[in-house]
């Protein structure tokens, strides 16, 4: 939250800098300073010397005492405010009905009106119905429920037509299978708006089906003429207007109609005479856009109705066109229901909607307190509860960004399905209304109209006090030039001045220069200052004053704050604006890193044992005695016993007389001990390291002798022997376990079956030959022996 705010104070700073910066340009006349959208104030003072347009968010005081112009937005005396009324004829239900205003730009105006339905408003509710085969049974479904529907209606407002119509698609190839076929057409208006409901059952009984070639049907052909035909359709003044869309198809779009060889677009006009649509092989379908257009001007409510398969594409065309809604027919399909649901929606919501010259929509800003504004057919429209009787009170407020050409501009408010409107007359303010005019005023030579307390020179004249004539020889007329800076474009004196005879006269006395192009904080800034504080601007440039340097004077000369034990950043770096910079990187074996000064330093308690782990490479390389040593700023010595002396409180070769761990945890003089150097299998040395103090580098002392466990090959050995005396042991005991196991086994199988004979028969065998004998077959023997019988 606390950085919102920030972001938040950050912004307006530099919103008031970026007004008051822009309202100073403004010094050619009252006009051009009070149509800025920065909201700029006008200083009318005669011989004024300051900046005459200032924001006014700057301060003020003392500026121009009592002639300040800073028009105001506001309220005209001009007014339409009729009451509520439910009378027929003369229904009143949105309040005023018309006002003027004049509003600056820039500037916001609060305006109050009322909302109120009236008792038993007219409904028309026409019947679209797509009268292809497939939708009989639709039909029936509006014969059958006609009379719930037309009672319905009747319960919630007395005053209800009714009316049908059908469609099918253009009479023509390839949208029909056949040319001039009476199965397909564009549009037939069956009947008018009538409060007769039987009249309207039968109408709709009587309906005849037909077919057409293709899948789309010509549903925006018919749509856009029950729109317009309003004579033709019979749709009231004063009356809810309800369009009831029922198909089971898609539908055909602009463009759609060059299939056929229909290139002329549809132009909004009603074509339907004698019930038929006269064009639909003339003009081409409608776009989605256009019927939103229309159906928007009349305030008509479309209801599509379509099957179940067709919802997704019909809800894309109901954020298309405003005002419109979507609902799906399956065998639980009651039209009786989904009508009283729309509209009782209808009459408990309201949704506002704003009508103006769309050229001219992006210069205002429209808010309503409460939001029930839809905005536009992309946004989730807003919708506010209210109920028959109930009086509604909004606040619209409206904001005129920028300064447009037009003088006055109208913008309609309208509540969705309501046709009336509020009417807002806005009056663009443009004009300073100064009353000192003095015509031919000595100010102005007499050669010039003074107002607004500057000249306004006649034709001959010109210059900040029409002191120039255009008719001397020599100098052309209105031509301004040398008082145009080369770096500027087409602005006299940088906009910061007036050209008197060819000469800049700066009117801002912050501004300097041949040319008025120098500002006094136009040089660079330090901490809020220009030029740091130490230092004049002139033109841009900072002239620093003794002690510092720099294009905004930030910087000092002293070195005080660069010392370090009496050296310049340490050798290692320099010293600009009195602070080290550029300090030389350690090497890679170093751990430590630079300070402020340059100093080499490290807080971390890991340096010593880090920095052991860094030169022990370096170490082994020189006991290797290999040619590894790349580092000038290393210097080692070998010794061959390395121990402490106390005495000379430095680390000396005598390393009998005292312990590993006296070494091992003592330091004295900066140096710092490395122990367990592994040179090797079994074999280890040590070395000590101290940095030097005059120069970049470190001395490293280095036991050359090492010390190797010899008996770790002794115990190495044992060990491994004794690993493979244990394997062999593993392996016996483990086969004699599993041959026991084995046998026991077979024992307690041979048991538990018995032990079979070797001339037993097994039970499962089968002999590989088979024998068959033919009782019918007789050997030869036996045939004659019956022969002699």
């Keep these: 939250m606390k950085c919102v705010k920030v972001i938040l104070c950050i912004f307006l700073m530099f919103r008031n800098v970026f007004a008051s910066n822009s309202c100073e340009l403004l010094t050619n006349s009252c006009e051009d300073c009070i149509v800025n959208s920065s909201i700029c104030v006008w200083c009318a003072m005669v011989n004024f010397n300051g900046t005459r347009c200032r924001s006014a968010n700057d301060n003020l005081d003392n500026w121009c005492n009592g002639n300040i112009i800073n028009p ?7 007014e339409v405010n009729l009451d509520f009324s439910s009378k027929t004829g003369e229904i009143v239900q949105i309040k005023p009905q018309q006002t003027s205003i004049t509003l600056r730009p820039g500037q916001t105006l609060n305006l109050n009106f009322s909302i109120k339905h009236a008792e038993d408003y007219p409904v028309d509710v026409y019947f679209l119905v797509d009268a292809s085969k497939l939708m009989k049974k639709v039909k029936d479904t509006i014969v059958k429920e006609s009379v719930k529907m037309y009672k319905t209606l009747k319960s919630m407002t007395k005053n209800v037509y009714l009316g049908t119509g059908s469609f099918i698609d253009k009479n023509t190839l390839p949208f029909t299978d056949s040319i001039n076929s009476t199965l397909t057409y564009s549009f037939r208006n069956r009947l008018k708006l009538t409060e007769n409901y039987e009249d309207f059952q039968k109408t709709v009984n009587d309906t005849a089906f037909g077919s057409n070639y293709d899948l789309q049907e010509g549903t925006l052909d018919a749509l856009s003429q029950v729109i317009t035909c309003e004579n033709e359709i019979g749709w009231r003044k004063e009356s809810t207007k309800i369009i009831i869309v029922l198909t089971d198809a898609p539908y055909h779009n602009a463009g759609d109609g060059k299939w056929g060889g229909i290139n002329r677009p549809y132009d909004g006009k009603c074509y339907s005479k004698t019930d038929i649509y006269k064009n639909e092989i003339v003009m081409d379908y409608p776009s989605v856009s256009l019927i939103n257009k229309l159906a928007a001007e009349r305030e008509m409510i479309i209801i599509y109705m379509v099957d179940k398969k067709e919802i997704n594409n019909y809800n894309k065309l109901k954020l298309a066109i405003r005002g419109s809604v979507t609902h799906k027919y399956d065998e639980h399909f009651s039209m009786n229901k989904v009508l009283k649901a729309q509209y009782k929606n209808i009459k408990k919501e309201i949704k506002l909607k704003v009508n103006m010259d769309t050229s001219l929509r992006e210069y205002f800003d429209i808010s309503f307190q409460p939001n029930c504004y839809s905005g536009s057919a992309s946004v989730r429209t807003r919708k506010c509860s209210i109920r028959i009787g109930q009086e509604k009170n909004f606040k619209v407020n409206l904001t005129l960004l920028e300064n447009i050409k037009s003088d006055n501009v109208d913008i309609n408010i309208l509540a969705e399905g309501i046709k009336e409107k509020l009417n807002i007359n806005i009056e663009v303010i443009k004009t300073c209304n100064c009353t000192d005019k003095h015509e031919n005023s000595k100010e102005c030579d007499l050669h010039g109209t003074l107002r607004c307390g500057i000249c306004e020179c006649n034709s001959y004249r010109y210059g900040n006090k029409c002191k120039c004539d ?5 100098v052309k007329p209105n031509d301004n030039s040398t008082c145009i800076s080369p770096t500027s474009i087409d602005k006299e004196c940088s906009g910061h001045g007036a050209c008197d005879c060819g000469k800049c006269s700066c009117i801002n006395k912050d501004y300097t220069g041949s040319f008025c192009q120098c500002h006094k904080n136009m040089c660079p800034m330090y901490n809020d200052e220009v030029c740091a504080g130490h230092g004049n601007c002139v ?30 950043c340490n050798n290692r770096g320099e010293c600009k604006c009195n602070s080290c910079v550029q300090c030389s990187d350690p090497s890679d074996w170093d751990t430590r890193r630079n300070g402020d000064l340059c100093q080499l330093e490290c807080s971390e308690t890991s340096c010593h044992s880090h920095q052991c782990q ?36 430095d680390w000396a070769y005598d390393m009998a007389n005292y312990s590993a761990d006296t070494m091992r945890n003592y330091s004295a003089n900066d140096w710092k001990h490395c122990p367990n150097v592994r040179t090797g299998l079994g074999c280890y040395t ?6 030097n103090e005059d120069s970049y580098g470190v ?8 010390h190797c466990a010899e008996t770790y090959y002794m115990y190495g050995g044992a060990c491994a022997v004794l690993l493979i005396i244990c394997g062999v042991i593993g392996l016996i005991t483990w086969k004699t376990v599993i041959t026991v196991r084995d046998r026991r086994e077979y024992e307690r199988f041979a048991k538990a079956v018995g032990v079979m004979d070797e001339n037993c028969d097994n039970p499962i065998y089968k002999p590989t030959v088979s024998t068959f004998y033919n009782p019918g077959f007789r050997k030869r023997s036996d045939r004659r022996r019956t022969s002699r019988n």
């Design 72 to 78: 105001k937005s506001g309220k005209k005396s001009k």
């Design 470 to 474: 255009k008719n001397v020889i020599g």
């Design 539 to 568: 033109c841009g440039t900072c002239n620093c004053d003794p002690g510092f340097t720099g294009v905004n004077c930030r910087c000092s000369t002293a070195k005080n704050n660069c010392m370090y034990k009496d050296m310049q």
């Design 614 to 649: 860094l030169l022990e490479p370096i170490v082994l390389c020189y006991l290797n005695q290999e040619d590894c040593l790349s580092h000038p700023d290393i210097n080692i010595t070998g010794v061959s016993n390395l121990s402490f002396n106390y005495s000379t409180n």
């Design 686 to 691: 040590q070395f000590v390291y101290r940095y």
């Design 699 to 706: 001395n490293i002392k280095v036991q050359t002798d090492a």
